[in-house]
Structures are given as C-alpha cells and as structure tokens.
C-alpha cells in the first residue's frame, strides 16, 4: 500500500476522544484500520460500511481490543442512528460520499458533551487554500517515495480490496460555511496532505426539547 493520507492523521483524529473509553461509531470504515485504533484505545466501536467487500476485509482483521468492534453493512444516509447514543463519531474522507446536511444526523447521534471528527476532502477556494495545495505536492510525492521503497524492500505488499473512490469534492468555502450553520460552534482546519479536519463537540447542556 502506498502512503495513506487518511492513516497519516489517525494520531490527529485520535488527539479528539473525550475523556474515558465510550462507545464510538466509524462512518464508512472501509478496512476498519481506524476502528481497531479507536478499539485499541479501549472503546466499543460500532463500524459501518455501504461497501460489501470492505466490511469483509474489516472483520478478516478482527481486533487488538481492549475494546471490541461490530462491523455491519449499511448506508448511514439510510440508517436510522439513536439519538444520544455515542461519545465519539469518526467519519474519514467518507462525507463527500453524501450530502454535507448528513452532519446533523451525526450530531444529533452524539451525547451531549461528545465529539464528531471528520476527515474530509474539499476542492480549494481561497488562497490559502491554494497555496496548501502547492506545498503538499512535492512533500506527498516525497511521501509516496519513500513508503513506496520501504514496501519493495520489504517484499511488497498483496493486492486487497479498495473502498468505491468519488473524486468529486465540494469547495471549503461551502464546508465551511454550512459547517458553521449546522454545526454551531464547530472547527474546521486545513491539514496539509489534501484533507481538512472538522471537529464539533456537542455541548454538555445540550439535550432534545
């Protein structure tokens, strides 16, 4: 496998969890590498996937624990979350899969006082946006290189099954701005390889009339 921008920031993601273990849900896990972190860290992860094949590949892999992970296929659009239910929702480079408005569903998914941490892509529209962009190149193709020399030193690595790849990205200036409406209160941060970070933390006082 070649260098992975959305396994680079699993630390990043991981520097979000509230405090104590918690149960987690992982939207669009794929492979479930980001599940078996969260599990690794002592929470109960619930890891869903609309991709067949990758739920397979996840469960093939089983987990480190302490925490334990249940994987199902399932379509989050068509999924009926509960409310209150998670400390800790993680969605990696999965949301331009569906409508940004899906966000809502996730927050009101969380227990006051947890956490949404969203690894997204979007198209550049600013110019420090742009200007990102350009930096990223020479250090990512640095990046593929050298993860690249250490896997044929190593012997390669076997084919495996890739989660469905959209290359269609909304721009930042509307992530931001609709992450502002509908998740008052929430971060959105430019990382270098490609991605951005959205944080919202559902506030401890927060609970439906």
Do not use: W
Not at 28 to 43: H, I, Y
Not at 132 to 148: D, G, K, S
Request: proline fraction near 10%; glycine fraction near 10%.
């Amino acid at each position: 496998m070649g260098f992975d921008h959305n396994d680079h920031y699993h630390p990043l993601l991981l520097d979000q969890l509230p405090p104590g273990p918690g149960v987690a849900l992982d939207v669009g896990c794929g492979s479930g590498r980001f599940a078996r972190r969260l599990a690794a860290t002592g929470m109960h992860v619930e890891a869903i996937d609309r991709s067949g094949p990758m739920i397979d590949l996840a469960r093939a892999a089983g987990s480190p624990g302490p925490g334990t992970i249940s994987y199902r296929q399932a379509d989050v659009v068509a999924e009926k979350l509960p409310e209150e239910a998670y400390d800790f929702i993680s969605c990696l480079a999965a949301l331009h899969h569906v409508p940004f408005d899906m966000v809502t569903k996730l927050r009101d998914a969380l227990v006051p006082g947890g956490v949404l941490a969203v690894l997204g892509i979007g198209k550049p529209s600013s110019f420090a946006d742009y200007a990102r962009a350009m930096v990223a190149c020479p250090v990512n193709a640095l990046a593929r290189v050298v993860v690249y020399a250490g896997d044929r030193l190593n012997g390669g690595v076997d084919p495996l099954p890739t989660a469905p790849i959209v290359e269609t990205f909304p721009p930042m200036n509307r992530i931001r701005r609709d992450a502002a409406r509908l998740l008052p209160g929430s971060e959105v941060r430019n990382l270098l390889f490609y991605r951005y970070l959205l944080v919202y933390r559902r506030p401890e006082d927060d609970h439906p009339m």
